[in-house]
Protein backbone atom coordinates (compact mmCIF):
# COMPACT_ATOMS: atom_id res chain seq x y z
CA UNK A 1 0.00 0.00 0.00
CA UNK A 2 1.49 3.53 -1.09
CA UNK A 3 0.27 5.35 2.19
CA UNK A 4 2.46 3.04 4.26
CA UNK A 5 6.29 1.06 4.10
CA UNK A 6 6.48 -2.09 6.15
CA UNK A 7 10.32 -2.34 6.65
CA UNK A 8 11.28 -5.69 8.33
CA UNK A 9 15.22 -5.79 9.87
CA UNK A 10 16.55 -8.25 12.42
CA UNK A 11 18.06 -6.95 15.20
CA UNK A 12 21.13 -8.23 17.13
CA UNK A 13 22.79 -8.75 19.62
CA UNK A 14 18.69 -10.35 20.14
CA UNK A 15 18.87 -12.13 16.64
CA UNK A 16 15.24 -11.09 16.09
CA UNK A 17 12.95 -9.12 13.00
CA UNK A 18 11.19 -6.32 13.81
CA UNK A 19 8.95 -5.26 11.80
CA UNK A 20 7.94 -1.16 11.16
CA UNK A 21 5.16 -0.33 9.36
CA UNK A 22 5.96 3.43 7.91
CA UNK A 23 4.02 6.68 7.24
CA UNK A 24 3.86 8.36 4.54
CA UNK A 25 3.52 11.23 6.03
CA UNK A 26 4.65 12.67 9.40
CA UNK A 27 4.97 10.61 12.55
CA UNK A 28 3.20 11.55 15.27
CA UNK A 29 2.79 8.82 17.64
CA UNK A 30 4.43 5.36 17.92
CA UNK A 31 2.91 1.97 18.98
CA UNK A 32 5.14 -0.78 19.95
CA UNK A 33 3.58 -4.74 20.28
CA UNK A 34 4.52 -8.10 19.99
CA UNK A 35 3.73 -10.50 17.44
CA UNK A 36 4.65 -8.16 15.09
CA UNK A 37 4.62 -9.94 11.60
CA UNK A 38 1.12 -10.68 12.62
CA UNK A 39 -0.20 -6.89 14.24
CA UNK A 40 1.95 -4.53 11.98
CA UNK A 41 0.24 -4.96 8.66
CA UNK A 42 -2.71 -3.51 11.18
CA UNK A 43 -1.27 -0.38 10.20
CA UNK A 44 -2.83 -0.48 6.57
CA UNK A 45 -6.71 -0.22 8.60
CA UNK A 46 -5.57 3.58 10.26
CA UNK A 47 -4.62 5.28 6.59
CA UNK A 48 -7.35 7.75 6.35
CA UNK A 49 -8.29 8.49 10.34
CA UNK A 50 -6.90 10.44 12.37
CA UNK A 51 -3.69 7.95 13.66
CA UNK A 52 -2.62 7.69 9.79
CA UNK A 53 0.93 8.88 11.19
CA UNK A 54 1.64 6.42 13.86
CA UNK A 55 4.17 4.53 13.68
CA UNK A 56 3.51 0.82 14.59
CA UNK A 57 6.47 -1.22 15.65
CA UNK A 58 6.42 -4.75 16.02
CA UNK A 59 8.85 -7.40 17.84
CA UNK A 60 8.58 -10.54 15.89
CA UNK A 61 7.33 -13.34 17.62
CA UNK A 62 8.95 -16.84 18.14
CA UNK A 63 7.42 -20.03 16.71
CA UNK A 64 7.59 -22.28 19.79
CA UNK A 65 4.33 -20.68 22.13
CA UNK A 66 5.90 -21.98 25.36
CA UNK A 67 9.06 -19.55 24.77
CA UNK A 68 6.47 -17.11 23.28
CA UNK A 69 4.85 -17.15 26.94
CA UNK A 70 8.43 -16.83 28.15
CA UNK A 71 8.69 -14.00 26.59
CA UNK A 72 5.65 -12.15 27.21
CA UNK A 73 4.92 -12.22 30.93
CA UNK A 74 7.00 -12.21 33.69
CA UNK A 75 6.26 -15.62 35.87
CA UNK A 76 6.52 -18.23 33.19
CA UNK A 77 10.57 -17.95 32.46
CA UNK A 78 11.60 -14.68 34.77
CA UNK A 79 15.17 -14.86 32.88
CA UNK A 80 13.17 -15.22 29.55
CA UNK A 81 10.94 -12.28 29.73
CA UNK A 82 13.99 -10.41 31.25
CA UNK A 83 15.52 -10.70 27.92
CA UNK A 84 13.08 -9.84 25.58
CA UNK A 85 12.36 -6.70 27.94
CA UNK A 86 15.99 -5.67 27.71
CA UNK A 87 15.73 -6.08 23.96
CA UNK A 88 12.51 -4.40 23.38
CA UNK A 89 13.65 -0.99 25.56
CA UNK A 90 17.54 -1.23 24.99
CA UNK A 91 18.02 -2.00 21.26
CA UNK A 92 14.41 -1.53 19.65
CA UNK A 93 13.73 1.88 20.82
CA UNK A 94 17.02 3.28 20.76
CA UNK A 95 17.17 1.52 16.85
CA UNK A 96 13.81 3.18 15.86
CA UNK A 97 14.72 6.56 17.25
CA UNK A 98 17.59 6.97 15.03
CA UNK A 99 16.24 4.76 12.11
CA UNK A 100 13.01 6.70 11.67
CA UNK A 101 14.39 10.28 13.22
CA UNK A 102 10.84 10.01 16.21
CA UNK A 103 11.24 11.08 19.28
CA UNK A 104 9.57 8.94 22.11
CA UNK A 105 7.96 10.76 24.45
CA UNK A 106 5.73 8.85 27.02
CA UNK A 107 2.40 10.68 25.77
CA UNK A 108 2.91 9.88 22.47
CA UNK A 109 4.36 6.10 23.11
CA UNK A 110 1.96 3.13 23.94
CA UNK A 111 2.54 -0.50 24.20
CA UNK A 112 0.14 -2.47 22.46
CA UNK A 113 -0.58 -6.68 23.23
CA UNK A 114 -3.48 -9.04 22.37
CA UNK A 115 -3.62 -12.61 24.34
CA UNK A 116 -0.17 -13.34 25.91
CA UNK A 117 0.98 -10.33 23.62
CA UNK A 118 -1.33 -8.53 26.19
CA UNK A 119 0.24 -9.96 29.21
CA UNK A 120 3.41 -8.36 27.89
CA UNK A 121 1.55 -4.73 27.13
CA UNK A 122 0.66 -5.02 31.22
CA UNK A 123 3.82 -5.84 32.62
CA UNK A 124 5.83 -2.98 30.26
CA UNK A 125 3.11 -1.12 30.65
CA UNK A 126 3.28 -0.95 35.14
CA UNK A 127 6.85 -1.68 35.15
CA UNK A 128 8.13 1.16 32.52
CA UNK A 129 5.41 4.06 32.97
CA UNK A 130 8.25 6.33 31.86
CA UNK A 131 8.32 5.04 28.82
CA UNK A 132 5.20 3.87 27.22
CA UNK A 133 2.35 6.50 28.30
CA UNK A 134 -0.59 4.09 27.50
CA UNK A 135 -1.68 0.59 27.43
CA UNK A 136 -3.31 -1.62 25.07
CA UNK A 137 -4.65 -4.99 25.83
CA UNK A 138 -6.53 -7.06 24.38
CA UNK A 139 -7.97 -10.41 25.93
CA UNK A 140 -5.15 -10.85 28.24
CA UNK A 141 -3.83 -14.05 29.44
CA UNK A 142 -3.59 -15.49 33.30
CA UNK A 143 -0.03 -15.94 33.28
CA UNK A 144 0.10 -12.28 34.32
CA UNK A 145 -1.93 -11.07 37.01
CA UNK A 146 -2.58 -7.45 39.06
CA UNK A 147 0.04 -6.85 41.50
CA UNK A 148 -1.40 -6.63 45.27
CA UNK A 149 -1.23 -3.11 44.80
CA UNK A 150 -1.12 -1.69 41.24
CA UNK A 151 1.34 1.14 41.17
CA UNK A 152 -0.48 4.94 40.97
CA UNK A 153 1.85 5.82 38.26
CA UNK A 154 1.06 2.84 35.79
CA UNK A 155 0.61 3.97 32.08
CA UNK A 156 -4.07 4.76 31.26
CA UNK A 157 -4.96 1.36 29.90
CA UNK A 158 -7.61 0.11 27.58
CA UNK A 159 -8.80 -3.33 27.94
CA UNK A 160 -10.87 -5.21 25.45
CA UNK A 161 -12.22 -8.76 25.77
CA UNK A 162 -14.68 -10.99 23.92
CA UNK A 163 -18.06 -11.73 25.17
CA UNK A 164 -17.85 -15.34 23.66
CA UNK A 165 -14.07 -15.79 25.17
CA UNK A 166 -15.01 -16.02 29.02
CA UNK A 167 -11.31 -17.16 29.95
CA UNK A 168 -9.79 -14.17 28.60
CA UNK A 169 -12.88 -11.70 29.83
CA UNK A 170 -12.49 -12.97 33.15
CA UNK A 171 -8.81 -11.42 32.74
CA UNK A 172 -9.41 -8.40 31.38
CA UNK A 173 -12.00 -7.34 34.12
CA UNK A 174 -9.77 -8.63 36.73
CA UNK A 175 -7.70 -5.63 35.41
CA UNK A 176 -10.20 -3.50 35.07
CA UNK A 177 -10.97 -3.94 38.81
CA UNK A 178 -7.22 -3.58 39.76
CA UNK A 179 -6.85 -0.38 38.01
CA UNK A 180 -9.95 1.20 39.20
CA UNK A 181 -9.44 0.15 42.68
CA UNK A 182 -5.81 2.09 42.11
CA UNK A 183 -7.59 4.83 40.28
CA UNK A 184 -5.60 4.57 37.10
CA UNK A 185 -7.10 6.32 34.29
CA UNK A 186 -8.65 3.31 32.03
CA UNK A 187 -11.51 2.08 29.84
CA UNK A 188 -13.05 -1.77 29.79
CA UNK A 189 -14.26 -2.34 26.61
CA UNK A 190 -16.90 -6.23 25.24
CA UNK A 191 -17.16 -6.93 22.02
CA UNK A 192 -19.37 -9.54 20.17
CA UNK A 193 -16.83 -12.27 19.63
CA UNK A 194 -14.22 -15.35 21.08
CA UNK A 195 -10.85 -15.20 21.17
CA UNK A 196 -8.76 -14.04 17.95
CA UNK A 197 -11.53 -12.92 16.39
CA UNK A 198 -11.49 -9.98 14.36
CA UNK A 199 -12.35 -7.62 16.37
CA UNK A 200 -8.73 -7.30 18.07
CA UNK A 201 -7.61 -5.47 14.60
CA UNK A 202 -11.50 -3.72 13.97
CA UNK A 203 -10.26 -2.21 17.81
CA UNK A 204 -7.01 -1.30 16.97
CA UNK A 205 -7.15 2.01 15.62
CA UNK A 206 -10.18 3.02 18.36
CA UNK A 207 -7.31 2.17 21.18
CA UNK A 208 -4.95 4.19 19.64
CA UNK A 209 -7.18 6.97 19.09
CA UNK A 210 -7.97 6.58 22.76
CA UNK A 211 -4.32 7.08 23.69
CA UNK A 212 -3.33 9.99 21.19
CA UNK A 213 -6.05 11.76 20.21
CA UNK A 214 -8.82 11.32 23.87
Known amino acids: MADIEIITETLEPFGRAVSVAVPAGPIDAVVFTGDGQHVVPWAEDLV ?19 ERLGEYSPGVEPARFDAHERFVLRTVRPWVAERFGVS ?18 LALGLRHPATFGTVL ?7 YRPPESVPTDMA ?4 VAGRDEPFFRGNALRWALALAEANIESVMTERAGGH ?4 WRDEFPLMLAWAFDR
Do not use: N
Open 104 to 121: LPAERTAIFGASAGGELA
Open 156 to 159: PTYL
Open 196 to 199: GDGF
Open 137 to 143: CASPGAG
Open 48 to 66: GTARAGTLVVGVHRVDDEH
